[in-house]
């Protein structure tokens, strides 16, 4: 096989590895609290909310450390150790305890009846496993230095050791890399846009979903709804996604119009939600609840809104790593790992106090994270426009 048909074999694995582990995560994710406060009413206590803030709160501290770990364990085994931890995160659902219930939280990050509640959680485990097993699919590229028949074997002793120490050098570097790009200007204002990220990531992959399972004027419908705003959540990702990931390449537009798109996308979704969705629905309890907003609660604006957000999110995503790859195109395994950092603290302290605030509250939050988080990446977009006017490469560190 070419190094060109490996690359692209590796790919496609990758994307087939990861859809099948994040589809059994983020809907595992989209009902945990749904499922968690119908399971509150037994012997069980504990919280879907509190348990994505673990999650997330975890993975916000490994983050500045994963470059470290990667270059010197490699990527295949880090992410095949990852995949375990997601699986043993779904599985827990099966007979869920409240310690093995947050324990699993740990891990993460570095409703219906029993029966059809355990056969629904066998199955996204099992999804969850088969594309963790997939990583060990992926091929190693050749090396460049392929050893000659003369060479002797304490020479290849000694490029071991060098190997060794090579990585131990490349992890120490990365994490100090890690440290020094979040104090740079650039860095500051893109983690304002990265910090709203995390607040609507929490909210339309976990308070949402709950919010539409808590209305009972829904009618019998209510739960299954659910499911139906999580896929048209992905239909806004996937359809922001690909249009504006392509339009990016050939756009001369820069790319704040896309993020001005999105901004306006979610303010109009949160506005909708806010006449659509009583306040006390994310915190309701196991009953639901029957207060009305300030129109008839519709399922029809519900759905809509579930893919303006997916829409918005998109905008944002593809944008924010963009212009994150021309900044950093040097240092990209610590911009991101920074990126990643603010996104994940930002949705774990928004999935704790998804437990106290009302939804109002909540969506006051994300409109004013989001009109400053709008403005400081026009700030850094304008300044890179300037960058490449005067045709000069970017240095930051």
């Known amino acids: 096989m070419s190094p060109e048909s ?34 509150n009413s037994t012997d069980f206590h504990g919280s879907g909310y509190t348990s994505m803030a673990i999650i997330y709160g975890v993975f916000s501290a490994s983050n500045l450390i994963t470059p470290s770990v990667v270059a010197i364990v490699g ?8 995949g375990l931890f997601y699986s043993m995160y779904i599985a827990v659902f099966i007979q869920p305890f409240p310690w093995s219930f947050y324990t699993a939280s740990v891990f993460i990050g570095i409703a219906a009846a029993e029966s059809d509640r355990r056969t629904v959680f066998i199955a996204l ?8 097993v ?56 893109l983690s304002i846009t990265t910090a709203y990220t995390g ?28 499911g139906l705003s999580g896929i048209f959540i992905g239909i806004g990702e996937i359809l922001g996604g690909s249009l504006f990931g392509l339009l990016s390449k050939n756009n001369r537009f820069g790319r704040n119009p896309v993020v001005l798109l999105g901004i306006l996308v979610h303010f109009i979704a ?6 659509n969705m009583p306040g ?10 029957n207060n009305a907003a300030y129109i008839k609660p519709s399922k029809e604006i519900a759905i809509l809104c579930s893919f303006l957000l997916g829409l918005g999110d998109s905008c944002f995503n593809t944008q924010l790593l963009s212009i994150l790859g021309f900044l950093y195109s040097e240092d990209s395994a610590p911009a991101f790992a920074v990126f990643k950092f603010v996104q994940s ?48 490469d970017y240095r930051s560190i």
């Not at 050749?142 to 060794?164: I, K, M, T, W």
């Not at 890690?178 to 204002?189: G, N, Q, R, V």
């Not at 976990?206 to 659910?226: H, R």
């Not at 603290?345 to 989001?370: E, K």
């Open 75 to 82: 990527p295949q085994l880090s992410m095949f150790a990852s």
């Open 125 to 132: 485990t099992v999804i969850s496993l088969v594309g963790t």
């Open 6 to 39: 490996k690359k692209l074999f590796n790919i496609i694995i990758l994307g087939v590895a990861f859809m099948f582990m994040f589809t059994a995560f983020q809907t595992c994710g989209n009902v945990a609290q749904t499922v968690i406060r119908s399971l």
């Open 199 to 226: 607040l609507e990531l929490t909210f339309f992959s976990g308070v949402y979903g709950t919010c539409i399972g808590a209305i009972n004027k829904f009618g019998t419908e209510e739960k299954s709804l659910i």
């Open 270 to 275: 949160f506005y909708l939600i806010f006449l």
């Open 134 to 189: 997939l990583f060990f699919l992926i091929r190693k590229p050749d090396s460049e230095n392929v050893l000659g028949e003369d060479e002797s074997s304490d020479d290849q002793d000694l490029e071991v050791n060098e190997s060794a120490q090579n990585n131990m050098t490349k992890a120490v570097d990365a994490f100090k890399k890690s440290f020094k790009l979040c104090a740079t200007k650039e860095m500051l204002l």
């Open 280 to 289: 006390d629905a994310p915190i309701a309890p196991v009953e639901g609840t």
């Open 345 to 392: 603290i930002c949705a774990a302290v928004a999935f704790f106090y998804s437990n106290y605030l009302l939804l109002h509250w909540q969506l006051l939050v994300m409109v004013i994270f989001g009109f400053f988080g709008t403005i400081s990446f026009f700030a850094v977009e304008w300044e890179a426009a300037a960058i490449v006017a005067r045709g000069s």
